[in-house]
């Protein structure tokens, strides 16, 4: 059993009169740069959208012994997610229930408890309170649930991808994956029976909203122009052997852009490994610099933001019967159900909480 | 009739291979001892004014004679943890073969290399320069601390960490072999590192 505990009176500032115009702000056909600019929007993101849905935490490869930890975010809430002593996976807010002092400042590590480096407080890495220096000072009982540690109340994996959410009405993460698992367990068979293992990662950090990158993310349209220079390095001996980004060559328009991978035997996978390290470090070195650099000057720049490329064209966009929507590599399509998504999630009234041991 | 010669590193990765892994990851472990440091000033004055020209190459983008301080087979490799690490088993920020080198290059001579649009100025101090010797007579390391002031879009940020070069007689003088860059920030976000550290 466990005790819950709501947070404030959620979503906080957009209970009974909307504070924005949603369907003002984001139109079929584009976006208002209020919702990249606006620190009151991005505040309620940070509790709607980074909490109210499923948020990728981390990988069961990081922390594959007893009580190992790792320190992510959950939107602005830093977390400590951790393998307890009885294996359980859990994301601990890391944060002091005393004075709220960061409690664990590092990135990886493996630890029974936490102890506060301020005062002391103690903490095992279930969230309890395990003990305060010289209790005898505090009259009420600190074995009280509220002294322990805040903790996300639901924690779940998909194929050793762990997720979070603050809702409690949340979809169960397979559902809610839908079908895009397909997708995930297309990508992981490709070594049968073999384990993945976070090696590290390429980690940028840009000046300008977050969700720029998203908009960037499954977008087709950009990448003749903003990645010229890599198109042309790739090309320079053009016809020798096609490279992967050989792709945006032609009209990518006319041709599918799906992929399909195929397994690999275990006899492979050891340079496999190494080779496909090494093609990853390309894009984030030819291309997504480039993509950090325009995501910059449009958050400098920044007015409406259009998405309607391939909007209002017959027979363009279609939905599949397991709810996937397929669309031309260069169409907005993808903006356009993330705006929809978003704007879905900036107006529930969701029912958030934590958790705390009790 | 225009296939690429075999073994050329200009157009092959051959070389990035097993072998090439566990060379690297050996010559990168253990290799700063003061047994072994080299104490002769003049040689190691050698050694100072080749790490000392290549930052002036690099900031004044003379990238052809920047390159022609390398073997043919070189490494260029930015880890993404501290201390090294393995880069069959850890992604780098950066690792490139003389292929891939060109590639970088090339790239940012396009004119559409965004992220270098306009350029970044860049001033580079080399110190604690420091040179060892290796179990191979015909090679060194070579141990710098670096501070890159690099302006771009109106700022002007800081990298700072140390490179290990291994070096190979050549000649009369020296080559690289491998430069290892290592960032402080290494295993940080980044925000648009586009130039050749």
């Given at each position: 059993m466990t005790s819950r505990q709501k947070i404030g009176e959620p979503p906080i500032r957009l209970g009974g009169t909307a504070l924005y115009d949603w369907d003002y702000l984001v139109q079929e056909d584009r976006a208002h740069r209020l919702i990249y600019t606006d620190r009151e929007i991005f505040e309620a993101e940070m509790t709607q959208i980074f909490g109210g849905t499923w948020t990728y935490l981390a990988h069961e490869s990081e922390i594959t012994k007893v009580n190992d930890f790792i320190t992510r975010r959950l939107g602005l809430r830093p977390l400590i997610i951790v393998r307890d002593a009885e294996g359980k996976i859990r994301a601990l807010y890391n944060r002091c229930t005393h004075r709220g002092t960061t409690l664990c400042r590092f990135d990886k590590g493996n630890s029974k408890s936490f102890q506060c480096p301020y005062h002391g407080w103690n903490f095992l890495n279930t969230g309890r309170l395990r003990g305060v220096p010289w209790p005898d000072g505090y009259a009420g009982d600190m074995r009280d649930p509220k002294y322990n540690l805040a903790q996300l109340p639901r924690v779940e994996s998909y194929r050793g991808f762990i997720f979070g959410t603050l809702n409690l009405e949340a979809l169960p993460l397979t559902e809610h994956l839908g079908a895009i698992a397909t997708v995930i367990d297309e990508w992981l068979d490709r070594n049968p029976g073999g384990k993945v293992v976070v090696c590290e990662a390429n980690r940028f950090r840009f000046k300008a909203n977050w969700k720029l990158a998203y908009d960037n993310s499954c977008d087709g349209y950009h990448v003749a122009y903003s990645h010229r220079s890599l198109l042309e390095t790739e090309n320079r001996f053009a016809g020798e052997n096609a490279k992967g980004m050989a792709y945006y060559r032609n009209s990518p328009d006319t041709q599918p852009m799906y992929m399909r991978y195929n397994s690999i035997g275990a006899d492979g996978v050891r340079d496999i490994n190494a080779l496909r390290m090494r093609t990853q470090e390309g894009f984030p070195n030819f291309g997504e610099v480039d993509d950090i650099a325009n995501f910059e000057q449009i958050q400098r720049g920044l007015m409406a933001v259009y998405m309607h490329r391939g909007l209002g064209i017959p027979d363009r966009i279609k939905t599949h019967d397991d709810g996937t929507i397929t669309a031309p590599a260069t169409d907005e399509a993808f903006m356009r159900e993330h705006f929809k998504e978003w704007k879905r999630l900036m107006q529930t009234r969701t029912n958030l909480a934590i958790r705390r041991e009790p | 009739v225009n296939a690429p010669k075999p073994l050329d590193p200009s157009r092959s990765s051959y070389y990035v291979n097993d072998t090439l892994y566990r060379e690297l990851i050996a010559d990168f472990s253990d290799w700063q001892n003061d047994a072994q440091a080299v104490t002769d000033a003049a040689i190691r004055d050698e050694f100072r004014r080749l790490v000392e020209r290549e930052a002036r190459l690099l900031d004044q983008f003379r990238y052809d004679d920047w390159l022609a301080?390398?073997?043919?087979?070189c490494v260029y490799w930015v880890p993404s943890t501290p201390h090294s690490g393995d880069p069959r088993r850890e992604i780098a920020v950066m690792f490139d073969d003389r292929r891939r080198l060109e590639d970088r290059i090339y790239r940012l001579r396009t004119g559409f290399a965004w992220s270098q649009a306009p350029q970044s100025r860049t001033i580079r101090l080399i110190t604690n320069v420091e040179a060892f010797a290796t179990a191979r007579d015909d090679s060194r390391m070579l141990r710098s601390n670096f501070l890159i002031s690099e302006f771009w879009d109106k700022e002007t940020r800081m990298l700072t960490g140390w490179a290990g070069h291994r070096v190979v007689r050549s000649g009369g003088g020296w080559k690289i072999a491998v430069k290892q860059v290592n960032l402080l920030e290494c295993d940080q976000a980044i925000r648009n590192l586009s130039i050749i550290l």
């Amino acid at each position: 059993m466990t005790s819950r505990q709501k947070i404030g009176e959620p979503p906080i500032r957009l209970g009974g009169t909307a504070l924005y115009d949603w369907d003002y702000l984001v139109q079929e056909d584009r976006a208002h740069r209020l919702i990249y600019t606006d620190r009151e929007i991005f505040e309620a993101e940070m509790t709607q959208i980074f909490g109210g849905t499923w948020t990728y935490l981390a990988h069961e490869s990081e922390i594959t012994k007893v009580n190992d930890f790792i320190t992510r975010r959950l939107g602005l809430r830093p977390l400590i997610i951790v393998r307890d002593a009885e294996g359980k996976i859990r994301a601990l807010y890391n944060r002091c229930t005393h004075r709220g002092t960061t409690l664990c400042r590092f990135d990886k590590g493996n630890s029974k408890s936490f102890q506060c480096p301020y005062h002391g407080w103690n903490f095992l890495n279930t969230g309890r309170l395990r003990g305060v220096p010289w209790p005898d000072g505090y009259a009420g009982d600190m074995r009280d649930p509220k002294y322990n540690l805040a903790q996300l109340p639901r924690v779940e994996s998909y194929r050793g991808f762990i997720f979070g959410t603050l809702n409690l009405e949340a979809l169960p993460l397979t559902e809610h994956l839908g079908a895009i698992a397909t997708v995930i367990d297309e990508w992981l068979d490709r070594n049968p029976g073999g384990k993945v293992v976070v090696c590290e990662a390429n980690r940028f950090r840009f000046k300008a909203n977050w969700k720029l990158a998203y908009d960037n993310s499954c977008d087709g349209y950009h990448v003749a122009y903003s990645h010229r220079s890599l198109l042309e390095t790739e090309n320079r001996f053009a016809g020798e052997n096609a490279k992967g980004m050989a792709y945006y060559r032609n009209s990518p328009d006319t041709q599918p852009m799906y992929m399909r991978y195929n397994s690999i035997g275990a006899d492979g996978v050891r340079d496999i490994n190494a080779l496909r390290m090494r093609t990853q470090e390309g894009f984030p070195n030819f291309g997504e610099v480039d993509d950090i650099a325009n995501f910059e000057q449009i958050q400098r720049g920044l007015m409406a933001v259009y998405m309607h490329r391939g909007l209002g064209i017959p027979d363009r966009i279609k939905t599949h019967d397991d709810g996937t929507i397929t669309a031309p590599a260069t169409d907005e399509a993808f903006m356009r159900e993330h705006f929809k998504e978003w704007k879905r999630l900036m107006q529930t009234r969701t029912n958030l909480a934590i958790r705390r041991e009790p | 009739v225009n296939a690429p010669k075999p073994l050329d590193p200009s157009r092959s990765s051959y070389y990035v291979n097993d072998t090439l892994y566990r060379e690297l990851i050996a010559d990168f472990s253990d290799w700063q001892n003061d047994a072994q440091a080299v104490t002769d000033a003049a040689i190691r004055d050698e050694f100072r004014r080749l790490v000392e020209r290549e930052a002036r190459l690099l900031d004044q983008f003379r990238y052809d004679d920047w390159l022609a301080m390398y073997a043919a087979e070189c490494v260029y490799w930015v880890p993404s943890t501290p201390h090294s690490g393995d880069p069959r088993r850890e992604i780098a920020v950066m690792f490139d073969d003389r292929r891939r080198l060109e590639d970088r290059i090339y790239r940012l001579r396009t004119g559409f290399a965004w992220s270098q649009a306009p350029q970044s100025r860049t001033i580079r101090l080399i110190t604690n320069v420091e040179a060892f010797a290796t179990a191979r007579d015909d090679s060194r390391m070579l141990r710098s601390n670096f501070l890159i002031s690099e302006f771009w879009d109106k700022e002007t940020r800081m990298l700072t960490g140390w490179a290990g070069h291994r070096v190979v007689r050549s000649g009369g003088g020296w080559k690289i072999a491998v430069k290892q860059v290592n960032l402080l920030e290494c295993d940080q976000a980044i925000r648009n590192l586009s130039i050749i550290l």
